[in-house]
């Protein structure tokens, strides 16, 4: 068995929930949208999308957490720069900058665009604004890949880990709420905001005299969530299940009693559901649940079914 | 110390179809550029780019041309090494640096239908393959190269013994627009390290490697050649613009992992996109860290025929390089006349193709948000 990876930081910023036991309670319908002005400073969101916005508040607050940073308003981490990853998620993330560039090429010509658009219309660059903003000089990576992409992110994250590349890497799950974003999803909102933790060797984080909030089990990706369920049978769970399908869609029953990581006026969460699943067994740890939690993203309607196993800190 | 077996590659580009005609097209010095064919010229100041010729009428789009340059690469990947045509179980790890954002875009203005899940390649692999363990990793021009580092990760400890890692881009008139907009004049075509360069255009294409964790799970299969490290990392520092710390760092990394040093290195699969400050960061860090061997290996930049491939062009340099190393012989860098001074002690190939002997290839490839990737791939034999 390779190393161990364990949660020590996590963080949410939603419509009407900025912490965990908010997480847990469930937003309340008509949150207002989050400020990242507000929350991390105006300096440096100039020229930012929304989600790389968005994502600067999770990731210092995941940060901050972790112990990874201290003050303020910090400009680097308290570990060395290269022993930090970044881990991103999002699906829709860049789509207002690509779909506001073209309208301006379209109807003005090239010379209408403005050049700070160019890094936005990276899908990445939420995973390197973050890194840039906090110093977090390792391995950095932006995963857009549809329902299962937080779920993915997270095992991304931990298989760099696990094979020695980093120690550790803040995961983060971000979805912006937008125009274009609400006609991909046929008149839906997306969340809005989103979900971080950090992910640590167990050792790593000893060496720091961290303790863990949650311990990463098995992870697997199949075709169907039968197949996902039966990879990771085991002890009692509490399941934590995929959510509707774009247009709204319920996913097909689960042989399991399966709970909701947000409630459907939240919005889809799309590629921040892995990552807000994983804050809320950590919320659940946090409040001194014990035993396994598992998550599912994905449903029939999707390319595949991802699950991730979640175990309390001191189990056996 | 690492040394994963590659038993299959497929490739496409504006050069040509298929490895072997894509290699010999470069080694002719042909080139894939030509103007606009899928866009409305009239809404740029630059022309040109090195488009795959797969559309129909000139001037008019079709969505999912990324998705299909991908199924191709990879079908000819997976058909090289042997494993049929059901890669379900099989990871296939994907790097791209705009996935399907130009189906996005013709959604968005021309009528193209879209779904959230067609804005990523599972959908497609899944349909084609019945592939159901992929992944779409949208990290710039390095995206690729990144997808390698994970793959050989995943095959550190997985019970998985096989992953398929790609790579593929097709222009977006986004990038393509805002890519020239930040030109002082269009640029014209790609001159890599050349001093009178005037930029950087897209090109469009998709690479495949098939991947093994070592030489018992490659089975009987052919190796082609062998990956011996991936290093990644982030330099942190500016959101477009490179820094040569952070590449010669990530560079240093590679040769560590791979148990390289400079004076080993036959070949370099040079990033080298004709942009205007990249190409002097990337030979900044070449030639610190090569030091004194920075005249030993040959250099080659692909971009100068294929033009910037994104995502895609990491593993593209690889795919040819392994080529290169099959066949003795490295495709020249066209238009390069006069090197920057920076890069003006290395060996680049100009003119004609060289001829030789290649057993070590080191690939760069470097990305937007400093986002840098190197790998260092071995001779089979």
Sequence with gaps: MTASVVVTGAAVLLPGADSLPALLTGPAAGGEPPAPAGLVGKKGLRYKDRATQLGYCLAVAALRDAGLVEGEKPTGTTVPAESVGVVASSNYGNLDTVARALDTIREETVTGTSPMDLPNASSNVIASSIAIRYQLRGPNLMVCNGATSGLDAVRWAATMIRAGRVSRVLVLGVEPDNEVVRR?????????????????????????????????????????????????????ARWLGP??????????????????????HSGR???????????????????????RVVALAGTAGDDASAGLELIAPGAP | MLSRPITGMGA???????????????????????????????????????????RGPEGVDVPARATGLLLDAVAQAAADAGLGDDLSGIPILVGTGLRELRSAELWWRDGAELDDAGLHFGTALRERFGADDTHTFSNACSASLYALALASDLLEQDDTDTVIVAGVDVLTESMYGLLERVHPA??????????????????????AVVLHRDAEAAGERAVRARLRGVAVNCDAYHVTAPDPDG???????????????????DLVMLHGTGTLLNDEAEATAMAEVLGEDGDRPLMTAVKSMTGHTSGGSGLLNLVMGVRAMEEGRVPPTLGLEQPVEEAAGFRFVTGEPAQAPVRVAQLNAFGFGGINAVAIVEAAR
Excluded: N
Aim: hydrophobic share 45%.
């Design chain 1, 184 to 236: 991909l999803l046929d008149g839906r909102r997306a969340v809005d905001g989103g979900a971080a933790v950090v992910l640590e060797a167990a050792e790593a984080a000893a060496e720091r005299g961290v303790a863990p909030r949650a311990v990463l089990g098995r992870q697997t990706r199949a075709g169907d969530t039968a197949a996902v369920l039966e990879r990771l049978s085991g002890d009692e």
């Design chain 1, 243 to 264: 959510e509707a399908g774009p247009g709204g869609d319920a996913p097909a029953a689960l042989p399991v009693e399966a709970g909701a990581a947000l409630p459907e």
């Design chain 1, 269 to 291: 969460a799309s590629g921040a559901l892995g990552v807000l699943q994983l804050a809320t067994a950590v919320g659940w740890f946090d409040e001194g649940a014990v035993g």
């Design chain 2, 12 to 54: 496409v580009a504006s050069v040509g179809r298929g490895v072997a005609e894509l290699f010999d097209g470069l080694c002719a010095r042909r080139t894939g550029h030509a103007e606009l064919r899928g866009f409305d010229r009239s809404r740029f100041r630059a022309r040109h780019a090195y488009e795959v010729d797969d």
């Design chain 2, 186 to 207: 269009p640029p014209d075509r790609v001159r890599p390290f050349d001093a009178h360069r005037t930029g950087v255009l897209m090109g469009e294409g998709a690479a």
């Design chain 2, 247 to 265: 590449i010669a760092t990530a560079i240093r990394s590679a040769h560590r992992l791979a148990g390289v040093k400079p004076a080993d290195v």
